[in-house]
């Protein structure tokens, strides 16, 4: 059984930062992709950044250059530095991890369970 645990989520000020962790546990063989997206109410879960097993990186354009999305394989966790936060950057930020838990299987989606993040004016 796969579990992603997200962390880091809380309160924060305008133009501040915070930074989230995800770590994924249980039966995993490998990691092909790990993101984060984001859901703020009333709206529709968006990608927010992703990273790849090769270690390259795309991100929404909405938060290009004051996020920055990083990955420990060692540990399997992934981690999204928010810098210059908006309070449009409010919403709950889940965790998502394409992976295989034995070798020659498809990879398939887990989610965590979210953290909110809520950014004041």
């Known amino acids: 059984q796969v579990q992603l645990v997200e962390s880091g989520g809380g309160l924060v000020q305008a133009g501040g930062s915070l930074t989230l962790s995800c770590a994924a546990s249980?039966?995993?063989?490998?990691?092909?992709?790990m993101a984060w997206y984001r859901q703020a109410p009333g709206k529709q879960r968006e990608l927010v950044a992703i990273?790849?097993?090769?270690?390259?990186?795309n991100y929404a354009d909405s938060v290009k250059g004051r996020f920055t999305i990083s990955r420990d394989n060692a540990m399997n966790t992934v981690y999204l530095q928010m810098n210059s936060l908006k309070p449009e950057d409010t919403a709950v930020y889940y965790c998502?991890?394409?992976?295989?838990?034995?070798?020659?299987?498809?990879?398939?989606?887990?989610w965590g369970k979210g953290t909110l993040v809520t950014v004041s004016s």
């Open positions: 990273i790849i097993s090769g270690g390259n990186t």
């Open positions: 249980g039966s995993i063989f490998s990691i092909n992709a």
């Open positions: 998502n991890a394409v992976l295989t838990v034995r070798p020659s299987a498809y990879g398939m989606n887990y």
